[in-house]
């Protein structure tokens, strides 16, 4: 097992280091190295800060037969030290745990071609420059080795800087006490040096995250992050606008989508993502603190919007009119969505996020067309074939047509209403012929409470079921009463067939009570 540090210190241009622990007593063993079919040179000290004569037989080893080229060197017993590495060369060291039977600790400086970084950085007039910045980073077009690398570099007055990174496409942190860090995503050399220009730090605390796609993983570029303070909406108008004031509230994801959110005030936060190709979201409060970076936990998901269409064979509902199309939430039952089909019988849905709908379709006297729970993970095309079965009923009593409405029941949970013509007609549609009896609930005049009327042997012929209805004026009528023959005024009388009720109404005064109108059959009367 190996304990890798890296204990980085490169030279500046006008010249840096940095130390562990400043050094008492020493022992120092200087060493040039050149990169093995390069004509890249690079000195490398080893400054051992301890009794030499703890240290014996110091002595680096220099392989060159490879880039990058390795310089090992055997430590006994030399608890600190400080490494620098100076020239055209980036350099990594590492070093071994010691083991309980070779007392040496091997130190491996790893040598690496390297690109010469400088800027100058500026901050508000109200704040000191850094003396030192710490830097940080990693190498992003290293296949095989994942190079990262830390450091500090010094600041001069006028706020330049300088130092040396792994040659090649790099990402930097940028960071210094008091200050939001700044960030320099895929960097490119140009002719061995990148130029950072003059970029500002701002004071206070900063908030990074990173923006993905739900669907694919990869990072979205261009996606707008706004924090508000959380509880916001609960503040005055005034104090609303006062908060909303407080630093920069918002930042765009990079190229390998991450944002910045810098000079951000402590406290509680909502953020909102938005992007023209994606639909907007709402995430989990972020906790800024003062002077100091919060990194979100988990990434930013953003979802493309999915497309639903749903075509419906026939294009129109049997009475005519057009399809609901309803995406409702199957745990709350909310309504989330609702398109009226074309005369195509064809509903679009455009901005969908990917989630588990119900999806119903109704239309005039044919509700609960369709009805049955749908994924949605990518665009969908959905044909629905909707079998229908035509009921059609006259419904009369003593010879003449009843007037009111009429709830024709298939089952425990398929209902539709129906409005009985001047002739005590009505019309309504079936989803399917998926059943053997047909209940009336007929509500009008005279009728309290309803009568329901059980129909068996229902018969279903080229689509279509015809119901003849007679109501007879027949009636069940009694007195409620206690053991003792006192009459109960109030009680609850319940008339059921099959099991089924069919009727209920209140004792009067005197205990009577009447139920009608009533078909021939076997009842049975319970009254609470």
């Given at each position: 097992?190996?304990?890798?540090l890296?204990?980085?210190?490169l030279?500046?241009?006008?010249?840096?280091?940095?130390?562990?622990?400043?050094?008492?007593?020493?022992?120092?063993?200087?060493?040039?190295?050149?990169?093995?079919?390069?004509?890249?040179?690079?000195?490398?000290?080893?400054?051992?800060?301890?009794?030499?004569?703890?240290?014996?037989?110091?002595?680096?080893?220099?392989?060159?037969e490879?880039?990058?080229?390795?310089?090992?060197?055997?430590?006994?017993?030399?608890?600190?030290?400080?490494?620098?590495?100076?020239?055209?060369a980036f350099?990594?060291a590492s070093?071994?745990?010691q083991?309980?039977?070779?007392p040496?600790?091997?130190?491996?400086v790893?040598v690496?071609?390297?690109?010469?970084?400088?800027?100058?950085?500026?901050?508000?007039r109200?704040?000191?420059?850094?003396?030192?910045?710490?830097?940080?980073?990693r190498?992003?077009?290293?296949?095989?080795?994942?190079?990262e690398?830390?450091?500090?570099?010094?600041?001069?007055d006028?706020?330049?800087?300088?130092f040396?990174?792994?040659?090649g496409?790099?990402?930097?942190?940028?960071?210094?006490?008091?200050?939001?860090?700044a960030?320099?995503?895929?960097?490119?050399?140009?002719?061995g040096?990148?130029?950072?220009?003059?970029?500002?730090?701002?004071?206070g605390?900063s908030?990074?995250?990173y923006?993905?796609?739900?669907?694919?993983?990869?990072p979205?570029?261009?996606?707008?992050?706004?924090?508000?303070?959380?509880?916001?909406?609960?503040?005055s108008?005034?104090?609303?606008?006062?908060?909303r004031?407080?630093?920069t509230l918002?930042?765009?994801?990079?190229?390998?989508?991450?944002?910045?959110?810098?000079?951000?005030?402590?406290g509680?936060?909502?953020?909102?993502?938005?992007?023209p190709?994606?639909?907007a979201?709402?995430?989990?409060?972020?906790?800024?603190?003062?002077?100091?970076?919060t990194?979100?936990?988990?990434?930013?998901?953003?979802s493309?919007?999915?497309?639903?269409r749903?075509?419906?064979?026939?294009?129109?509902?049997?009475?005519?009119?057009?399809?609901?199309?309803?995406?409702?939430?199957?745990v709350?039952?909310?309504?989330?969505?609702?398109?009226?089909?074309?005369?195509?019988g064809?509903?679009?849905?455009?901005?969908?996020a990917?989630?588990?709908?119900?999806l119903?379709?109704e239309?005039?006297?044919?509700?609960?067309?369709?009805?049955q729970?749908?994924?949605l993970?990518?665009?969908?095309d959905?044909?629905?074939?909707?079998?229908?079965?035509?009921?059609?009923?006259?419904?009369?009593?003593?010879?003449?047509?009843?007037?009111g409405?009429?709830?024709?029941?298939t089952?425990?949970?398929?209902?539709?209403?129906?409005?009985?013509?001047?002739?005590?007609?009505?019309?309504?549609w079936?989803?399917?012929?998926?059943?053997?009896?047909i209940?009336l609930?007929?509500?009008?005049?005279?009728?309290?409470?309803?009568?329901?009327v059980?129909?068996?042997?229902v018969?279903?012929?080229n689509?279509?079921?015809e119901?003849?209805v007679?109501l007879?004026?027949?009636?069940?009528s009694g007195v409620?009463?206690?053991?003792?023959?006192?009459?109960?005024?109030?009680?609850?009388?319940?008339?059921?067939?099959?099991d089924?009720?069919?009727?209920?109404?209140?004792?009067g005064a005197?205990?009577?009570?009447?139920?009608?109108?009533?078909?021939?059959?076997?009842?049975?009367?319970?009254?609470?």
């Open positions: 097992m190996r304990c890798w890296l204990l980085l210190s030279m500046s241009f006008w010249g840096s280091s940095w130390a562990t622990v400043p050094p008492s007593t020493s022992a120092e063993v200087k060493t040039e190295i050149q990169l093995a079919g390069s004509s890249i040179r690079g000195a490398v000290t080893l400054k051992m800060v301890a009794d030499p004569s703890l240290c014996p037989g110091l002595s680096p080893r220099v392989t060159t490879v880039v990058p080229g390795t310089s090992a060197v055997d430590l006994s017993s030399c608890s600190a030290w400080e490494f620098i590495c100076q020239g055209a350099c990594a070093i071994a745990e083991s309980t039977v070779d040496t600790v091997p130190l491996t790893d690496y071609p390297a690109s010469a970084v400088k800027g100058r950085l500026q901050v508000a109200s704040s000191a420059l850094p003396q030192r910045l710490r830097i940080s980073g190498l992003r077009d290293q296949e095989k080795t994942k190079l690398f830390a450091f500090a570099t010094d600041v001069n006028e706020g330049q800087f300088a040396n990174v792994p040659a496409v790099v990402d930097l942190r940028i960071a210094a006490g008091g200050l939001a860090p960030y320099r995503w895929s960097v490119k050399p140009r002719d040096e990148i130029n950072l220009g003059s970029f500002e730090m701002v004071q605390g908030l990074l995250g923006v993905v796609d739900r669907q694919t993983g990869y979205v570029p261009g996606a707008t992050v706004t924090a508000t303070l959380a509880g916001i909406e609960g503040l108008i005034e104090d609303r606008k006062a908060s004031s407080l630093g918002s930042a765009k994801s990079s190229p390998q989508g991450s944002f910045q959110i810098t000079a951000i005030s402590p509680a936060y909502s953020l909102r993502v938005d992007h190709d994606y639909l979201t709402d995430t989990a409060n972020a906790t800024v603190v003062q002077d100091a970076e990194i979100l936990g988990g990434d930013l998901i953003l493309k919007p999915l497309r639903l749903v075509e419906m064979d026939p294009p129109r509902p049997p009475a005519g009119g057009s399809w609901d199309v309803i995406l409702r939430d199957p709350t039952s909310i309504d989330l969505e609702r398109a009226k089909a074309n005369a195509d064809l509903a679009e849905f455009d901005r969908l990917p989630a588990t709908f119900r119903l379709v239309g005039k006297r044919a509700s609960g067309a369709f009805n729970h749908i994924e993970a990518t665009d969908l959905l044909p629905i074939q909707i079998s229908f079965v035509e009921i059609v009923g006259h419904i009369t009593m003593n010879d003449e047509p009843v007037q409405e009429v709830e024709v029941r089952g425990a949970s398929d209902a539709w209403q129906a409005t009985l013509t001047d002739e005590g007609a009505f019309q309504v079936s989803r399917e012929p998926r059943f053997d009896f209940f609930l007929v509500k009008g005049e005279g009728f309290a409470p309803p009568p329901l059980k129909i068996e042997d018969a279903v012929e689509g279509r079921i119901l003849e007679e007879l004026d027949l009636e069940i409620v009463t206690s053991t003792r023959g006192v009459p109960i005024n109030a009680a609850l009388v319940v008339v059921e067939q099959a089924q009720r069919v009727a209920f109404t209140d004792s005197d205990g009577s009570f009447t139920v009608r109108p009533l078909q021939p059959g076997d009842y049975r009367v319970h009254a609470t």
